[in-house]
T-cell receptor
Framework: AQSVTQLGSHVSVSEGALVLLRCNYSSSVPPYLFWYVQYPNQGLQLLLKYTTGATLVKGINGFEAEFKKSETSFHLTKPSAHMSDAAEYFCAVRGPNSGNTPLVFGKGTRLSVIA | DGGITQSPKYLFRKEGQNVTLSCEQNLNHDAMYWYRQDPGQGLRLIYYSQIVNDFQKGDIAEGYSVSREKKESFPLTVTSAQKNPTAFYLC????????????FGPGTRLTVL
């Protein structure tokens, strides 16, 4: 069974600073990994995903994440935070060959950006 | 435009009443999902359906019911047996390939008075 741990329920950064949101997963096989963003009172929007191939994945809004198998991590980064990045971010995992079984989500990290 | 529709956006009900939340998708996705979101608890899976006329319980199915009579529709009924129904409810769907992500609707905020 897969599981996800997001370290830090709330992260605060200054505008223009590096954003780092941490995600560690547990899986017996190399998983598929996803990052979603949620703005207040809205649904979730996919930022990026890792399935196979290149371990550094680029997504929308300048975000990227790196799959590190040895560390079982998939941390989300952005070089320079913008006020519009303030939102809640969710990491999720699914095992390969798992068809339509639901994604397993972390509890989320709320990102605040200070002017 | 293809997407997932949830209606209404805000819903108010009196305690003890059943209420049905709508979820419709025109993405031709096979699988559909219902999640509940409460502050600080992330997303919790209520029910999911991988094909028409079939569905499985998630982690918190008690007090909820679903149906999947059409590929496009997956309504969720919150029954009076659900002790704390006030929450934000999210519907999602995906294609059959494992590597594909789930697409989410805009959500329905249910408040039980």
């Amino acid at each position: 069974a897969q599981s996800v741990t997001q370290l830090g329920s709330h992260v605060s950064v200054s505008e223009g600073a590096l954003v780092l949101l941490r995600c560690n997963y547990s899986s017996s096989v190399p998983p598929y990994l996803f990052w979603y963003v949620q703005y207040p009172n809205q649904g979730l929007q996919l930022l990026l995903k890792y399935t196979t191939g290149a371990t550094l994945v680029k997504g929308i809004n300048g975000f990227e994440a790196e799959f590190k198998k040895s560390e079982t991590s998939f941390h989300l980064t952005k070089p320079s935070a913008h006020m519009s990045d303030a939102a809640e971010y969710f990491c999720a995992v699914r095992g390969p060959n798992s068809g339509n079984t639901p994604l397993v989500f972390g509890k989320g990290t709320r990102l605040s950006v200070i002017a | 435009d293809g997407g997932i529709t949830q209606s209404p956006k805000y819903l108010f009900r009196k305690e003890g009443q059943n209420v049905t939340l709508s979820c419709e998708q025109n993405l031709n996705h096979d699988a559909m999902y219902w999640y509940r979101q409460d502050p600080g608890q992330g997303l919790r899976l209520i029910y999911y359906s991988q094909i028409v006329n079939d569905f499985q319980k998630g982690d918190i199915a008690e007090g909820y019911s679903v149906s999947r009579e059409k590929k496009e529709s997956f309504p969720l009924t919150v029954t009076s047996a659900q002790k704390n129904p006030t929450a934000f409810y999210l519907c999602a769907s995906k294609t059959s390939d494992s590597y594909n992500e789930q697409f989410f609707g805009p959500g329905t905020r249910l408040t039980v008075l």
